[in-house]
């Protein structure tokens, strides 16, 4: 493709200086202006002559090939962006509980899964590890139920300390 561009400016080229020097040893008059027309065909067949040549079939395979390819990206980043959207929830909702329980005077550390609920990535599981009462316990599950829409079954509590 390079050397067909090459050779298509080299004929642009060589055309447009044959044309110049031909213009400028034409005596004016009816003569010159003929002479003008003519080498403005001339340049002009030369400039579009890669459209004339242009093999379409091959330029129509290429384009369904790339267009085939986009729809192949196209789900790779739909994937992509529902993978970073579901943890950047489970950050944020795992950041938004810890809050809420240091607000309390509770020290622990939180653990968000989520999964997929109407094509939408929501909160799924909470884990929370450390050293909990049961009435601690009671209120992460008020909060994973009254906030997050959870069932009782969805919060998980360990017995790790928060940094191990």
């Known amino acids: 493709m390079l050397e067909s561009l090459r050779q298509w400016i080299l004929a642009v080229t060589a055309v447009s200086l044959l044309t110049a020097l031909c213009q400028a040893m034409m005596p004016p008059g009816p003569v010159k202006r003929v002479s003008n027309l003519t080498c403005g065909l001339l340049i002009f067949f030369v400039l579009v002559q890669p459209a004339v040549r242009a093999d379409y079939t091959q330029l129509l395979d290429d384009f369904q090939s790339y267009y085939a390819g986009l729809g192949d990206y196209d789900a790779a980043l739909v994937d992509t962006n529902s993978a970073l959207t579901e943890e950047l929830i489970a950050r944020n909702t795992a950041a938004y509980i810890e809050d809420k329980a240091e607000a309390a005077g509770i020290a622990c550390a ?8 109407e094509g939408m990535p929501v909160p799924e599981t909470v884990t929370v590890s450390g ?13 994973a139920e009254e906030e997050l829409g959870l069932e009782v079954t969805a919060v998980q509590f360990t ?6």
């Open 110 to 117: 939180v653990t968000v899964s989520c999964g997929q609920r």
């Open 131 to 143: 050293s909990l009462s049961q009435a601690e316990q009671a209120w992460f599950i008020a909060l």
């Open 159 to 164: 017995e790790k300390e928060r940094g191990e």
